[in-house]
Structure formats: C-alpha cells, structure tokens
C-alpha cells in the first residue's frame, strides 16, 4: 500500500510506502498522481527511499515509462531523502533528464532542508 499525506495544508505532499517501491505500489502512485493531474495541480512531492528494486521486479517498463509521465506533469519538485550514495548520485542523473522537474537529494537528518526547499519558490 502506498499512500500521499499531504503536509500542513501546502501543495506538497510525503509519499508512504514499503520499501522497495515495487510493481504495485508503484502503480497506485500512478492513479494517486493521475488524480491530481485532473485538478491541474502542480505539487512538491517528498520521498524517503533507501532500496530501490531492481527494474526486473517491475512487472513491466512500461509502469515505470507510465509513472514519469504522470509525475513530470504534476510534480514541480521532487525531494528525495536517503542515506545511499547511489541512490543520490542516480537522483542526480534524473533532475537533468526531467525538464521541468526540479529533484534534489537530502540526507536523512536533512528532512526539514527537504520541505524549505519544496516550499521555496512556488
């Protein structure tokens, strides 16, 4: 189960889950995403992830291809909170492939940087 808490009444939202993201989770992040895309709404999205699964795991790419699709076109900025180096340095690798989309890393003691920076220039 996945679920968006939405934080202190702003537009920025924390995503819950179990980690890994897996195939299903993954998928209701989709419908949750999709929604707001019907208000137009543009939102800061927070994520805590510390093991990502492997692309295998999915059932398909073409979830994965469908999620980005709907994220670019209702998250302005995407704070992602780990502890993992890789993970940061692929975050990294996704803020230049996702115009549109600002994504920055934060470290777990970090949390409070993460939601300034979501706040910040809306």
């Given at each position: 189960?996945?679920?968006?808490?939405?934080?202190?009444?702003t537009d920025n939202y924390q995503v819950v889950?179990?980690?890994?993201?897996?195939?299903?989770?993954?998928?209701?992040?989709?419908?949750?995403?999709?929604?707001?895309?019907?208000?137009?709404?543009?939102?800061?999205?927070?994520n805590e992830v510390d093991e990502i699964p492997r692309l295998a795991e999915w059932k398909s790419i073409k979830a994965l291809a469908k999620m980005k699709t709907s994220a670019l076109s209702v998250v302005r900025k995407y704070a992602l909170i780990t502890s993992k180096d890789w993970i940061r340095r692929?975050?990294?690798?996704?803020?230049?492939?996702?115009?549109?989309?600002e994504v920055r890393t934060f470290d777990k003691a970090e949390?409070?940087?993460a939601l300034q920076w979501l706040d910040a220039g809306k």
């Open positions: 189960m996945i679920k968006m808490l939405q934080l202190h009444g889950h179990q980690s890994p993201l897996g195939h299903q989770q993954l998928q209701e992040l989709v419908t949750k995403l999709q929604k707001l895309k019907q208000y137009d709404q543009k939102i800061g999205l927070l692929a975050a990294q690798l996704a803020n230049w492939l996702t115009p549109g989309m949390k409070h940087l």
